[in-house]
């Protein structure tokens, strides 16, 4: 059932270093990405099928697509380390464990797109992490695997630099993103109205997930069909699944797409603790539509699948929720932070979010009426589709779907009051 490719190195001792990581694959696919054009590399991977793993599952190869023939301007590749959605957890296992095979990647992904500087932009409480992957740049940069060569041997400028963000979730999203590394306010931009690359100080850049990029020197050495003869027609390959909750076995774990949440909760995780049983999970990080246990029966771990049930695949972060929680304080829970973490650009989200999180503090104060759960859901619609960014779209699915499946729960509260 667990598949590794990206976390090939995870448990060998020491896998971080240099020496270690060279005697176990790092870099191997350096000498054949140099035998092969750049738009070979993207011709790879766009056959491979890899997705993005930063929580939208777009095409990879397509996305690198979009960035203009090259002519005098620079172009970048930028490196999204922000990982701040609450239930995810899987990039910092490649920042810790190995920061290496990041590093190879960034160098095929940089080679296929024409880029010969890279920003990596990193969490900002990620204090540990940061100085691991700094402390791997430096060794590269040493060894000269980067730099004025590649490799000390290939003519291509690579360079890296790691850009520590200021702590705002936001900032995850790709274009507040290269804001903040503009040094500007970690606000979204208008999306363009066709497809086109992103832009870093008006020169074209791309930018992918983490583990995105890390997924690419398996491609390259080893061609497209390594990674499709995983996972599903659509949605082929690996993923790093994230479980957290009261599960016997919680933890980061590479797996194909297309496995049935059930056995991996089972068979991985194994099993609820203490005999609980199970009552939802949030699929994909906080800002996926919840599912109830019967839903959680008939999901499979792929994004066209979690589709057909009314949620999305997100990061692959599954926060596992037992029965005798409340459903009304887990949307508290999840309403306070997103309603910290609105950058208050567009009125709906910073307007719905607080709006939000004023009635269900008030529901849980034995407050409430049926009204409130109306007025929320109407809420949620005024969020939807009419913002910059996902931001509000995320809150509004997340929260609708708590409202909707569980409004019994909230009913409880409006019994209080009542008797």
């Not at 971080?16 to 990405?33: F, M, P, Q, T, W």
């Not at 959605?85 to 797109?113: V, W």
């Not at 060894?143 to 003519?155: E, L, P, S, V």
């Not at 931009?189 to 066709?194: D, F, I, M, Q, Y």
Request: net charge negative; aromatic share 10%; charged share 25%.
């Amino acid at each position: 059932m667990i598949v590794k490719i990206v976390s090939k190195n995870f448990d060998i001792p020491d896998s971080h270093k240099l020496d270690v990581a060279l005697k176990n694959g790092r870099y191997e696919s350096i000498d054949k990405l140099f035998s092969m054009t750049p738009e070979d590399v993207t011709e790879e991977v766009c056959k491979s099928g890899l997705r993005g793993k930063g929580g939208g599952g777009a095409a990879c190869g397509p996305k690198w697509k979009l960035m203009p023939p090259v002519d005098e301007r620079p172009r970048y590749l930028i490196a999204n380390g922000d990982e701040s959605e609450p239930g995810t957890f899987k990039d910092r296992q490649i920042f810790e464990y190995d920061p290496h095979l990041l590093i190879e990647g960034i160098i095929c992904s940089s080679y296929a797109i024409g880029a010969h500087d890279c920003f990596i932009y990193i969490r900002g409480e990620y204090k540990f992490f940061i100085d691991r992957l700094n402390a791997a740049i430096e060794e590269a940069y040493e060894a000269g695997i980067i730099g004025d060569k590649i490799m000390n041997k290939y003519d291509y400028r690579m360079n890296i630099t790691v850009h520590r963000g200021g702590g705002a979730y936001i900032c995850g999203e790709k274009s507040a993103l290269i804001e903040s590394i503009e040094g500007k306010r970690g606000h979204p931009r208008l999306k363009p109205h066709g497809k086109e690359c992103e832009w870093f100080f008006g020169d074209p850049a791309t930018v992918n997930n983490v583990e995105t990029i890390a997924s690419v020197p398996n491609i390259v050495l080893n061609g497209y069909e390594s990674y499709t003869k995983y996972g599903t027609e659509k949605a082929p390959g690996t993923m790093l699944f994230a479980m957290s909750g009261p599960v016997n076995n919680p933890g980061v774990y590479e797996l194909a797409y297309g496995n049935k949440m059930t056995d991996v909760i089972e068979k991985i995780g194994g099993g609820m603790k203490n005999g609980l049983k199970l009552k939802a999970v949030i699929p994909g990080g906080a800002s996926c539509p919840i599912l109830t246990a019967e839903e959680v029966e008939k999901a499979y771990l792929d994004y066209e699948s979690m589709w057909d049930i009314g949620s999305t695949l997100g990061t692959g972060g599954m926060m596992i929720i037992p029965e005798g929680v409340s459903m009304v304080e887990v949307a508290k829970n999840l309403i306070e932070f997103y309603h910290h973490e609105s950058c208050g650009q567009c009125t709906p989200c910073r307007e719905g979010c607080g709006w939000i999180d004023t009635i269900i503090h008030k529901i849980l104060e034995g407050k409430g009426s049926s009204e409130d759960l109306n007025t929320i859901l109407d809420v949620c619609g005024t969020m939807n589709g009419k913002t910059v960014c996902v931001f509000a779209p995320a809150v509004k699915d997340i929260i609708q779907s708590i409202v909707e499946k569980y409004a019994h729960e909230f009913e409880t509260y409006f019994k209080k009051e009542n008797k």
